[in-house]
């Protein structure tokens, strides 16, 4: 069988790595840190120094890393998959990245001679060690598989935020949450999710599946993916469709908040309250500036 490379073994690509060599594929591991590859060892990998020596030794290469900047590194950075992938060898991403990442990566795999398919996955620690995870391959229009991805991990995040509401707003009535889980597990929104994760979560147990870094992470992507599409929706209504794309500014410029993310309304609320204060009128060249301040404090706060 084929020799597969993977790059990452956090909870999600140790237990897939496991179930490649359950199998029977001989399996090349590489982690940035190098100790957790010791139980995949132990069960047969080989280690690779780095994600190029993986792709050097390997026809195929999976990447399930945490966020867009570790998806990237691992392409981009020295000893990266861009110094050994060709043509003849392809690479899989698995991660849970926004579209733009998606592009870039294959761009670049693409323009060494190797084939790129993006393919995050629906399910969690335990379907990835049954091998029952559903993969999410758009194939040739990569990007779709990334933004299939966030939204439904943004309807999975509301609906986690919905139980959670409902358990708490149960036990302050004086009802039992249990008998919640019973209720909701008869009627029509009844789903896996609240079945598996509601026992623990009256329990106060939480043992990470899906790190809740990671559901916010996605969370904040497809807020983005949200936006881009927002924006380009108004600047439409607003009669531009028929001028160059880069009109876009207009709509920002002419409505600074239009579609951002929740964090930008915070710090906007706050500095609306402060501008009265300091007398300054909302001329276009304060409100572009606004615009940039705004801006900066979002790409720098956490989310
Ligand atoms: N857990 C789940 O249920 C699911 C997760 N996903 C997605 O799969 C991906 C992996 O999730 P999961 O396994 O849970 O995450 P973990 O946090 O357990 O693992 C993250 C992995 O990324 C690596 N990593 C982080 N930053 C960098 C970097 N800068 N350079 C190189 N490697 C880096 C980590 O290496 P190190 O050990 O050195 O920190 C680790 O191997 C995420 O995109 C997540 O959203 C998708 C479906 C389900
Ligand atoms: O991205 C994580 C998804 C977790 C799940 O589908 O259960």
């Known amino acids: 069988m084929e020799e597969i490379g993977f790059l990452g073994m956090g909870i999600m690509g ?7 060599l359950r199998h ?5 591991v590489w982690n940035r840190t190098l100790s957790k590859c010791d139980e995949l060892k132990e069960h047969g990998a080989s280690v690779g120094e780095s994600p190029a020596a993986v792709v050097k030794k390997c026809k195929y290469t999976i990447g399930m890393l945490s966020d867009p900047p570790a998806a990237l590194s691992v392409v981009f950075d020295k000893n990266g998959i861009l110094e050994e992938i060709c043509s003849g060898k392809g690479y899989i991403d698995m991660s849970t990245v926004d579209a733009e990442t998606s592009t870039k990566i294959s761009e670049a795999v693409k323009e060494k001679g190797g084939d ?6 629906s399910g969690s620690k335990k379907p990835a060690e049954d091998g029952q995870l559903v993969i999410l391959a758009a194939g040739e229009k990569v990007g779709n598989g990334a933004k299939m991805k966030l939204v439904v991990n943004m309807i999975m995040g509301s609906m986690m ?3 959670s509401e409902g358990l708490v707003l149960a036990d302050k009535s004086g009802l039992n949450p249990k008998t919640l889980l019973d209720v909701l597990d008869l009627g029509a929104i009844a789903n896996p999710m609240f079945k598996m994760k509601g026992p623990s979560m009256i329990q106060n147990s939480y043992n990470p599946a899906f790190p809740l870094k990671h559901q916010q992470k996605d969370m904040r992507l497809a807020l983005a993916l949200g936006d881009e599409n ?9 009669g531009l469709g028929d ?3 880069s009109a876009l500014l207009n709509i920002r410029l002419d409505d600074p908040e239009g579609s951002m993310p929740f964090s930008y309304y915070k710090n906007r609320a706050f500095f609306l309250a402060l501008i ?7 001329t276009k060249n304060t ?7 705004f801006n900066a404090i979002r790409c720098t706060s956490v989310d």
Not at 231 to 236: C, D, L, M, P, S
Not at 287 to 293: A, H
Request: charged fraction near 20%; hydrophobic fraction near 55%; proline fraction near 4%.
């Open 24 to 28: 029977g594929f001989k399996v090349t």
């Open 276 to 282: 009265p204060r300091f007398g300054v009128e909302m």
């Open 161 to 163: 935020n919905a139980f």
């Open 14 to 20: 140790k237990a897939m790595a496991m179930n490649l």
């Open 243 to 245: 001028l160059d794309f």
């Open 230 to 238: 927002a924006v380009f929706k108004k600047a439409r209504s607003t």
């Open 116 to 121: 790129f398919l993006e393919g995050p996955v």
């Open 287 to 293: 409100r572009i500036l606004y615009y940039f301040v």
